[in-house]
């Protein structure tokens, strides 16, 4: 069977540039020192032009946040963004947070997907609070990079679920175990919410475990 990386489903459309959260693997703050798109990575930054690819006719899939968290973005930004998926209904949108309980939000967009990032069992309360704080049609759950078990797991009212490991070379660099993974995608397929294991996790669960899935309404 053929594994995919999500990036050759899912393009990413940044707006906006810059985040205040700190992780320590975040990529997108290297990407950033390396290219200078932002000159101060914590001051983030709105880049409206970026919004002009998204009138193409051919259907995307967009996460909208690999550079930023939604929890920065400013509001008068997430009206100008907005407006335009409105305008630009022939793609899906995905947006991420860390910080849900920051948010106070609401869409009615049928082609908008609001997710938290849950990487341990301490993360946990980000679902609660994102469905307490954002009001949208559909949510999703990433829960990479997975650094420990995450028990007793709600899903409900969740619409997709990724999966996925600390990949590069990082000091001190957490590899997800098996059990974790298995309990998580057990947890969605309970509820028979798709699962998209990235491809990295091959080598961890197995082929007879991968499950790539992805929403039906997904452009
Ligand atoms: S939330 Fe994302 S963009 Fe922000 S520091 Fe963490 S990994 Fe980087």
Same mark, same amino acid.
């Given at each position: 069977m053929e594994f995919v990386d999500v990036g050759k489903l899912i393009r990413n459309l940044n707006p906006v540039n810059g985040c205040t959260i700190g992780c320590q693997y975040c990529y997108a703050r290297r990407i950033n020192d390396r290219f200078h798109i932002t000159p101060v990575w914590e001051n983030p930054q709105f880049i409206e032009a970026r919004l002009k690819q998204l009138t193409t006719k051919k259907a995307h899939t967009y996460l909208m946040t690999s550079m930023s968290d939604f929890s920065d973005w400013r509001e008068e930004w997430r009206q100008v963004v907005f407006a335009r998926l409105a305008e630009n209904s022939q793609h899906s949108y995905l947006f991420l947070t860390k910080? =849900?309980?920051k948010i106070t939000f609401q869409t009615d967009l049928q082609s908008v997907w609001m997710g938290v990032t849950v990487t341990a069992d301490a993360d946990k309360s980000r679902i609660g609070a994102m469905q307490a704080h954002i009001a949208a049609p559909h949510y999703f759950i990433t829960?990479? =990079?997975?650094f420990g078990p995450v028990n007793d797991l709600d899903l409900r009212g969740i619409g997709w679920v990724v999966i996925g490991t600390e990949t590069g070379s990082r000091k001190g660099k957490i590899v997800a175990k098996k059990e974790w993974i298995l309990a998580i995608a057990e947890k969605a397929r309970e509820l028979q919410i798709p699962v998209f294991m990235k491809k990295s996790l091959y080598d961890i669960v197995g082929e007879e475990n991968m499950r790539q899935e992805l929403p039906i309404d997904f452009k």
């Open positions: 910080r =849900p309980e829960f990479e =990079p997975l």
